[in-house]
């Protein structure tokens, strides 16, 4: 396998695209008892319409939500996560909009539990029993879902910047949806996604790179295949679709989150310079340590609570910050007093440095985490960059970046407001 070193951060990556097609990422971590394996598929909640082969495909809102349930099934009746369980491992899976992950973590018994996790991935067992059977538990998880504040929040803020691109729609999709959904539906949509080059899988810890590859090679698929290109619709403006939502629920105190979509380039390692971008950005104008913050909490406007973010999943990238708030009006028109002053004045080239400093510090810390290591390699990996080279870019990103960011993605007419108040 090809061995890449970081001597910046003391890290080398072994790396590898089989004959199949799927890439691997092994992080060697000698000496550590812990190991995590991560086994991730190009497809999420926003990948509806789809071309494979040649044929352009509609399948129902919901399906790699659905499908990341039924995948731990076995034709023996029995259920992944027990066997992986059984063997000393902590599994789960999750599904976002762009990706979906199975993953697990132990000390013990790595090679049997990869094992069982390249098998039950890469061979689908469904019955229209059990799927009938799914459709009641994933209806009862989104009726739960409607009561929920914070998933109000979430898509009342996508529903008001996206007119029509599916990542405004839930993952879990809806009771109508889902109710579309036959054992046919969840072939067709493994046989699509799941082949290996649409594939990546990550190992960190102290585990041998050359077994990892020989046993992707003994299980997997030895056929390549095309990858499947997803149709998000039409391309959109960066003006929001409406200027906000609000609707009344259970909650203590109102709820808000404000939002403004990024312009986000074609596949490769732009991306991650506007990732790093974004958050050395937003970190200066909004984090802990700014001066907005500290004013409107001393001010009671903000609490503890309030976090900002970019988030980039099926190639879109939107700003969302919020939190908790008696009046997110205020804090909406506080932060447009703060990007208008960033638009006037620059950014304190001093203060930025403080930012860039914390943001590394952070990145460094997050090397511990093998779960972040292993997510991270494999959305950089989708979005066609390099994680590792987020340690050399941070550095180069200047404060006439920042500036320019702030000053065009959060400005004025970019933003929408959602809210959620008490009943």
């Not at 061979?123 to 009726?143: L, N």
């Amino acid at each position: 396998m090809n061995k890449v070193e970081y001597p910046r951060i003391g890290e080398s990556v072994y790396t590898e695209e089989l004959e199949n097609g799927l890439r691997l990422f092994v992080v060697p971590r000698p000496g550590f008892s812990k190991s995590y394996a991560l086994f991730a598929t190009r497809y999420g909640g926003a990948d509806q319409r789809f071309c494979l082969d040649g044929e352009w495909k509609d399948s129902p809102a919901g399906v790699a939500h659905f499908l990341e349930h039924k995948m731990f099934d076995t034709p023996d009746g029995g259920n992944a996560l027990a066997l992986l369980s059984a063997n000393g491992a902590n599994p789960n899976a999750f599904t976002g909009s762009g990706m979906t992950a199975y993953y697990y973590s132990c000390t013990d018994g790595f090679f049997d539990n990869l094992r069982t996790l390249l098998n039950f991935v890469s061979v689908p067992y469904f019955t229209e029993e059990s799927v009938a059977k799914e459709q009641g538990i994933i209806g009862q998880e989104i009726s739960m879902g409607d009561d929920d504040a914070d998933t109000a929040l979430y898509y009342g803020l996508l529903g008001s910047l996206y007119e029509r691109h599916p990542v405004r729609q839930e993952i879990a999709g809806t009771a109508e949806s889902i109710a579309q959904i036959t054992a046919q539906t969840l072939y067709d949509c493994h046989r699509a996604f799941y082949r290996p080059s649409n594939m990546v899988l990550c190992c960190v810890g102290d585990v041998d790179p050359q077994r990892v590859r020989d046993m992707a090679r003994e299980i997997l698929p030895p056929e390549r295949g095309d990858a499947p290109r997803s149709d998000y619709g039409p391309a959109e403006s960066l003006l929001p679709h409406r200027a906000g939502f609000e609707r009344a629920m259970a909650v203590s105190a109102p709820q808000f989150l404000i939002g403004a979509k990024a312009a986000w380039p074609e596949k490769g390692e732009a991306r991650l310079r506007v990732q790093l971008t974004a958050r050395l950005a937003l970190s200066y104008l909004v984090g802990e340590s700014s001066p907005f913050f500290h004013r409107l909490y001393a001010g009671g406007l903000l609490r503890r609570d309030f976090s900002c973010e970019l988030s980039a999943v099926a190639d879109t990238a939107t700003v969302i910050m919020g939190g908790e708030s008696r009046e997110p009006e205020s804090v909406l028109n506080a932060l447009r007093n703060e990007v208008s002053a960033v638009a006037e004045q620059g950014v304190d080239e001093q203060r930025l440095e403080r930012c860039r400093r914390a943001l590394y510090g952070g990145y460094l810390r997050s090397l511990a985490n093998f779960s972040s290591v292993a997510v991270n390699l494999a959305e950089c990996y989708f979005d066609g960059c390099d994680y590792y080279r987020l340690f050399e870019e941070l550095g180069t990103i200047t404060a006439a970046e920042c500036a320019a960011f702030l000053r065009e993605t959060l400005a004025e007419e970019r933003l929408a407001l959602s809210v959620v108040r008490p009943l």
